[in-house]
């Protein structure tokens, strides 16, 4: 581990030494807390051991899982990462501590974390993991109508509960109630949202608990557990790529799916049983695994590069908005990023086949962009002569545009990128093209005969 000190500070310092006291009596590396009385009293506090017994009875799911983790074997308890001060937003008390001044959370978000790991807390706050991922899924946010418009019309919510909802000043307060269960089981568990609160200040609950950005009450952001669930909190987890498929996969972002058909999944899928997956943090390299999961290509130390929480740092595109540029801004710095992924593929292929697989992305961005701009052309002339519904989902042109680039269009680029060419060409570039042809043909008809046609019929044979 590189600078393991100034990674967890002085608190890490001190329960690392603990965690040597402890290790020593245990004699085992993986010591099953559970059958070493002594570990734990050495370790906890009474305050600490408190939470752990009682917790052992009434949630014995919870406490095992934690004791086989490494964080508990460094003295890294409940009391640690649940207790709050009374005055936090989010204090509350449990069964077992009413009437008690100890007050607690069940909400952890990564300023807890912070504590003892501010440096990787620090990269993740910068990625696109932490307040983009769910600015996408707020009710009300500055940035606007069109986000709002996204979920409530045009992706499912409140559709049918609230359609004819006003968009235009509508603030958290005068927000009219709605059903939020499309939000609360799909985008917020891989997105996250704002946490509101109830009066019994416990969150409400079609707000928590939720995915990678979730926006806590004490204006802290983001949950570690995606990656790293809780309550082991284990490394390996993190390097497989089962940690990120929960989010990354299906039509419209199929990264599990292109990994596993690439020539990568193959080799994951075939040896990955034997590839060594606890190495410490920072030192897990390739000899450790033959082929790259996500982490190794977007995360993890390799060769002269060091482990980020920042998944940005290593794109160079930005390959899920409707076209694609090179990353600026708050989504990262694309330059700099092709060089960093350049250095993960030298580790195993020469220069020449990295410049290929490089090449290929570029033009691939380049040939999807074309179609992009070819249908912002028609939809603009359609507009300019009236010929566009204003509800996008009833109008065939508009729905087929979303499929272009949210659904076939992402998975071309994204197919190229990670080196699926199932996905590249059958799942993308050929449906690119199928739906827009289909696009050209409505234009031309809408042009020819100057009005929109009866009926959509793009549900039946769109690109799902
Ligand atoms: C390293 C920090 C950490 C430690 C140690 C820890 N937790 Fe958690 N716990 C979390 C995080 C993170 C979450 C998820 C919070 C979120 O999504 O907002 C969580 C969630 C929970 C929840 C609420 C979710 C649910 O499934 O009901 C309970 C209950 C809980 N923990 C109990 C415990 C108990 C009991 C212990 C001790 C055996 C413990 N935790 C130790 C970080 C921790
Ligand atoms: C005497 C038993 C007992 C003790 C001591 C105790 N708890 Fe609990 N705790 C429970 C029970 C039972 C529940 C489940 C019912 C509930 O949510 O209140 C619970 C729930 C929780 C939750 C989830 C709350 C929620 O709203 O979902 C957290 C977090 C938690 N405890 C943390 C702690 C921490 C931290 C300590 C030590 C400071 C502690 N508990 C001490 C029994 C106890
Ligand atoms: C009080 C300090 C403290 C807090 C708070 C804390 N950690 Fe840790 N964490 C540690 C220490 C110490 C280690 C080193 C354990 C070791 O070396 O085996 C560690 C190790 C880890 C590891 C590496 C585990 C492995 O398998 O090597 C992960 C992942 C981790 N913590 C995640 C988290 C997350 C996520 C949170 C917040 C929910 C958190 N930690 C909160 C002290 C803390
Ligand atoms: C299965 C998990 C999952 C669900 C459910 C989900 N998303 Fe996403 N979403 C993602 C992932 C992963 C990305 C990143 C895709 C990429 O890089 O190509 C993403 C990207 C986005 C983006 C583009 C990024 C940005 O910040 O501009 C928006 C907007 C978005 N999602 C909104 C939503 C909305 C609104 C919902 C619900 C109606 C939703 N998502 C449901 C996982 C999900
Ligand atoms: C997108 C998945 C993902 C998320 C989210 C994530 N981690 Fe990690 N984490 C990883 C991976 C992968 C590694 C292993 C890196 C390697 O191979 O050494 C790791 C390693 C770690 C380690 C071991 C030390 C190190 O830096 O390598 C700590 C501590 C840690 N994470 C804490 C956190 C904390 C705190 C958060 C929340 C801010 C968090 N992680 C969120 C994937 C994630
Ligand atoms: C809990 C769901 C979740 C998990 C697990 C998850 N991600 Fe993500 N990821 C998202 C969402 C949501 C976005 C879209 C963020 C946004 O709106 O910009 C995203 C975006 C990304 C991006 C694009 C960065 C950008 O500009 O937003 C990369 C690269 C990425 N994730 C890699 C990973 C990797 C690698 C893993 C596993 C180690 C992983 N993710 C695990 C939900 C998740
Ligand atoms: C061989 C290395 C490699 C592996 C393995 C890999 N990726 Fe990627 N990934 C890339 C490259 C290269 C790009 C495009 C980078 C660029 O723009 O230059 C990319 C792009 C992405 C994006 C798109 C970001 C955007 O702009 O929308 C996401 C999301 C992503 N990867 C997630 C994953 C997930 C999840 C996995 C595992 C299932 C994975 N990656 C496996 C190399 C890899
Ligand atoms: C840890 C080693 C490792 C890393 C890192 C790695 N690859 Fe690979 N890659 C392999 C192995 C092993 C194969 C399978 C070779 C074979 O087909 O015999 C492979 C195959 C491929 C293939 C299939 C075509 C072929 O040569 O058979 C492509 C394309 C590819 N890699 C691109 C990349 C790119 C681009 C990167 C960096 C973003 C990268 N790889 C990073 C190990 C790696």
Known sequence: MKNSIGKIGIIGLILLLTAGIASSFAQSQYPNLGQKELVIKRGFTQDALNCIECHAKKMPGTVEAWKSGSMAHAGVSCYDCHVVERTSP???????????????????????????????????????HAKLASKAVMDVSKIGGKLIKLQYHYEGMGFIDNPDMKL??????????????SRAS?????????????????????????????RYPDGSVGTCTVC?????????????????????????????EIYISSKHGQQFLTHGEDWKWDSAPDTWEPGDY???????????????????HNINERLKWDLMHKKSVIRSGERGDGEKGDKLMRKVCANCHGSTHTQVQRTTLDNSVALYNKYWDG????????????????????????????????????????????????????????????????????????????KIEELSHVMSSGPL
């Open 90 to 128: 989010m204090a509350n008390q449990c069964e077992g501590l009413k009437g008690t001044d100890t007050y607690i959370s069940p909400m952890v978000s990564s300023k807890t974390c912070s504590r003892c790991h501010p440096g990787e807390v620090e990269q993740f706050l910068k990625s696109g």
């Open 168 to 181: 235009d000043g509508l603030t958290p307060k005068n927000m009219p109630a709605y059903n939020r269960a």
């Open 186 to 214: 799909g985008c917020q568990m891989c997105h996250g949202t704002q946490v509101e609160m109830g009066p019994d200040n416990k969150p409400l609950y079609e707000t928590w608990p939720g995915g990678v950005g979730t």
């Open 228 to 256: 790293h669930t809780r309550h082991k909190f284990d490394i390996a987890e993190a390097r497989k790529p089962e940690a990120c498929a929960s989010c990354h996969l299906g039509p419209d972002h199929p990264d599990i």
């Open 290 to 308: 033959t082929a790259p999961t996500c982490a190794v290509c977007h995360m993890s130390g390799i060769g002269e590069l060091s482990t980020t």
């Open 375 to 450: 249908a912002v052309k028609m939809k603009k002339e359609l507009s300019e002569k009236g010929l566009l519904k204003k509800d996008a989902w009833r109008d065939g042109f508009q729905e087929l545009m979303y499929y272009l680039w949210h659904h076939t269009g992402r998975r071309a680029r994204q197919g190229t990128a990670m080196n699926g060419p199932d996905y590249a060409h059958w799942h993308g570039f050929f449906q690119v093209f199928q739906v827009y042809q289909d696009m050209e043909e409505i234009y031309n008809y809408r042009l020819k005969y100057n």
